[in-house]
T-cell receptor, first 114, second 112 residues
Framework: DTGVSQNPRHKITKRGQNVTFRCDPI?????LYWYRQTLGQGPEFLTY????????KSRLLSDRFSAERPKGSFSTLEIQRTEQGDSAMYLC????????????FGPGTRLTVL | DAKTTQPNSMESNEEEPVHLPCNHS???????IHWYRQLPSQGPEYVIH???SNVNNRMASLAIAEDRKSSTLILHRATLRDAAVYYC?????????????FGTGTRLTIIP
């Protein structure tokens, strides 16, 4: 298995544009998480899925953000009408629901909003 | 969520042991202590976890105080590849697959 992958790795966009990121989890993992990380801070939780069901959303996830996992495999995170404050690293992680420990993280997508 | 406190930064010489402390004075009896690290330009990666007893794996050792209010991550022989931000995180045993709550961690610099 190649681990969690994320695309694109970098995205530069202008304020007001929409962006979409993709996460492919480890194949047998049924839980998928999105986190956001700004410079000098630890990652902050955004949302998570078990299979295709979105089970929790952080208050950080404004209505401009939407995440989907339509077939319980890959997930997308869309940000509409981007703002400069959305500039951050967006991290995806996956785990098996039956497991009691490790979350496996992807390399992240770095978003820069100009 | 129970909170952890870590030093902002530490330095260590290459090939020497490193002891990274974490205070968690409000830990509950069922909280596991987890450590993750984040190398530059990468996502976090799991290092080790424990509940009460000291733990060893191929990456590190975890020493847990008897009252569980503090713990220490031990890298036995630091290499340049161990330069990273190290996060100490508490996870409730009753909610093992809940989100991770990261603090700001300890930035470890390895001096050649």
């Amino acid at each position: 298995d190649t681990g969690v992958s994320q695309n694109p790795r970098h995205k530069i966009t202008k304020r007001g544009q929409n962006v979409t990121f993709r996460c492919d989890p480890i194949s047998e993992h049924n839980r998928l998480y999105w986190y956001r990380q700004t410079l000098g801070q630890g990652p902050e939780f955004l949302t998570y899925f078990q299979n295709e069901a979105q089970l929790e959303k952080s208050r950080l996830l404004s209505d401009r953000f939407s995440a989907e996992r339509p077939k319980g495999s890959f997930s997308t995170l869309e940000i509409q009408r981007t703002e400069q404050g959305d500039s951050a690293m967006y991290l995806c992680a996956s785990t098996q629901a039956e497991s009691t420990d490790t979350q496996y993280f992807g390399p992240g997508t770095r978003l820069t909003v100009l | 969520d129970a909170k952890t406190t870590q030093p902002n930064s530490m330095e260590s010489n290459e090939e020497e042991p490193v002891h990274l402390p974490c205070n968690h004075s409000t830990i509950s009896g069922t909280d596991y202590i987890h450590w993750y690290r984040q190398l530059p330009s990468q996502g976090p990666e799991y290092v080790i976890h424990g509940l009460t007893s000291n733990v060893n794996n191929r990456m590190a050792s975890l020493a847990i105080a008897e009252d569980r209010k503090s713990s220490t991550l031990i890298l036995h022989r630091a290499t340049l590849r161990d330069a990273a931000v190290y996060y100490c995180i508490l996870r409730a045993a009753t909610l093992p697959n809940e989100k991770l709550t990261f603090g700001t961690g300890t930035r470890l610099t390895i001096i050649p």
